[in-house]
């Protein structure tokens, strides 16, 4: 179990790190369930776990920041990923920093991913000095939106997804963004 000085910060329940390769195997299992993957255009087996949690890992060395590894601080036990990320893919808003989240659905709502957003944003402003973050989900990700309401982002706008293209389900994505002076007055 990881002890809570070897994370790189913790909100009340949740421990966020780096990747290990001890993660390989619970990853796997979030991303091969349908109904956590439900809004991709596909689950991620093993193999395309592993080449995730690698850029992760390399983001985290050369920027300071990546979807983090994140366990519940009860247990130790890793729930899934939340943090943030560079989006490159084409549109008028990227390159950015993209907050995002995935977790097992048994922890579901249970405001794990509410608060673990949170901390993830003060990280983001506070630590990495970033000016801005924003937040991307299928428009039918009601959901991931709710979330991203409750963390005080703002929506920017609806846009088809270069990366979703052609998935006429998941393409129409929302935008949301918040700045690092929104945070600072709450």
């Known amino acids: 179990?990881?002890?809570p000085s070897s994370y790189i910060f913790c909100s009340e329940r949740l421990?966020?790190?780096?990747?290990?390769?001890?993660?390989?195997e619970p990853m796997t299992a979030i991303n091969t369930d349908p109904e956590v993957m439900a809004y991709f255009s596909r689950t991620q087996d093993?193999?395309?776990?592993?080449?995730?949690?690698g850029r992760m890992r390399d983001e985290y060395?050369?920027?300071?920041?990546?979807?983090?590894?994140?366990d519940l601080l009860s247990s130790g036990?890793?729930?899934?990923?939340?943090?943030?990320?560079?989006?490159?893919?084409e549109a008028d808003f990227t390159p950015c920093i993209d907050i995002g989240w995935r977790l097992k659905k048994a922890?579901?709502?249970?405001?794990?991913?509410?608060?673990?957003?949170?901390?993830?944003?003060q990280y983001g402003f506070r630590q990495l000095q970033l000016k801005r973050i924003?937040?991307?989900?299928?428009?039918?990700n009601l959901r991931?939106?709710?979330?991203?309401?409750?963390?005080?982002?703002?929506?920017?706008?609806n846009f088809i997804c270069a990366l979703l293209l052609g998935d006429a389900r998941l393409e129409e994505c929302v935008l949301y963004s918040i700045k690092a002076e929104s945070l600072e007055n709450k």
């Open 107 to 121: 922890v579901w709502n249970q405001g794990l991913a509410t608060e673990g957003a949170r901390a993830c944003l």
């Open 15 to 24: 421990g966020f790190r780096n990747w290990q390769d001890a993660d390989i």
């Open 46 to 53: 093993a193999s395309l776990t592993v080449a995730a949690i």
């Open 1 to 3: 179990m990881t002890t």
């Open 77 to 89: 036990e890793l729930i899934g990923f939340i943090g943030l990320h560079e989006q490159t893919f």
């Open 134 to 140: 924003y937040s991307i989900t299928p428009k039918i």
């Open 144 to 157: 991931s939106e709710r979330i991203m309401q409750k963390i005080g982002m703002q929506k920017e706008k």
């Open 61 to 70: 060395d050369q920027k300071g920041h990546c979807y983090f590894a994140v």
